[in-house]
């Protein structure tokens, strides 16, 4: 089980999908491969059929309030605009279109979060990213939905203001800290106004203490879900000392994901779902024969 005994239930369906799966895999932003865009509902759906457990979107706020699913920086590589999402109207958001993936028919417009989020596959959870700023607003439109056992809502360890706003929210969605340290990681393990299901663990390099045995031990041991990231972001920062998803591509998923694995994580986010599922199962059928 993840995360405290109080809120079991809402873990619950978490919990039991990696009870049957083993690792979680994490699908970033959805599967964006062909003709199909990251953050929108086509998206989720090729993320769940290529393998993932749990789907991440990102989310933007329009500057009358409605949400949407998008992340912020990527507008001109998606949508041919150098102009940020988040200082236009809702109206003028849904104005715009993803440049390679619009076409007579389909129109392919920047999808609406709550609509999204309303036709995700029955029994995936959505890991829901970057939308901290506005969780005064989206609170309370995220419990119109009734999702609260499968929305995971994540920020920075370190935004003690951001989280304080969660912390007052009368309902618990799992939560999941962005942790750079130790002290980060278990620091919200046991409030009770915070359903902290698991914990993110950023690390640099191979000095970080996040790949020792011992230290993701003593988290788990604590009820914690350990979710590390294998996506590599264009900006080029390094989210898990290089054991990423193009070591695994690229050279041999031994090499890229095979470390993750041999830590005992618990879910690893990926651009390439199907490749690691793949992989998993691999382990899996050694794990057995041996």
Aim: with cysteine; hydrophobic share 45%; charged share 25%.
């Amino acid at each position: 089980m993840f995360g405290q005994e109080r809120f079991a239930t809402t873990n619950a369906l978490l919990g039991a999908r990696a009870a049957e799966v083993g690792t979680l895999i994490v699908v970033h932003r959805g599967t964006a491969v062909g003709s199909l865009v990251e953050n929108t509902p086509e998206s989720v759906v090729a993320a769940v059929a290529s393998g993932g457990d749990v789907v991440e979107i990102d989310v933007v706020a329009s500057t009358d309030g409605e949400f949407f699913a998008f992340h912020d920086g990527n507008e001109q590589r998606l949508l041919g605009t150098d102009t940020d999402l988040r200082a236009c109207t809702a109206r003028e958001i849904r104005a715009h279109r993803y440049v390679h993936s619009a076409r007579p028919g389909r129109p392919a417009p920047v999808a609406g979060l709550l609509e999204l989020l309303a036709g995700v596959p029955a029994g995936t959870p959505v890991n829901v990213d970057r939308s901290w700023a506005w969780w005064e607003s989206l609170l309370p439109a995220l419990d119109t939905l009734g999702m609260s056992d499968r929305l995971l809502l994540k920020c920075a360890a370190a935004a003690t203001d951001r989280i304080a706003v969660l912390r007052a929210h009368p309902v618990k969605y799992p939560f999941v800290p962005i942790c750079t340290t130790p002290e980060e990681a278990h620091r919200y393990l046991e409030d009770p106004e915070l359903n902290t299901v698991g914990v993110e663990l950023l690390a640099r390099d191979a000095a970080s203490p996040f790949l020792d045995h011992e230290v993701l031990a003593g988290l788990r041991a604590r009820g914690a879900m350990v979710l590390v990231n294998a996506e590599v972001l264009t900006t080029g920062r390094d989210l898990f000392a290089g054991h990423d998803d193009e070591r695994a591509v690229l050279c041999s998923p031994e090499e890229g994901w095979g470390p993750l694995f041999d830590l005992g994580v618990d879910a690893i986010q990926t651009d390439w779902p199907w490749l690691l599922r793949d992989y998993r199962a691999a382990r899996e059928r050694v794990a057995v024969g041996a």
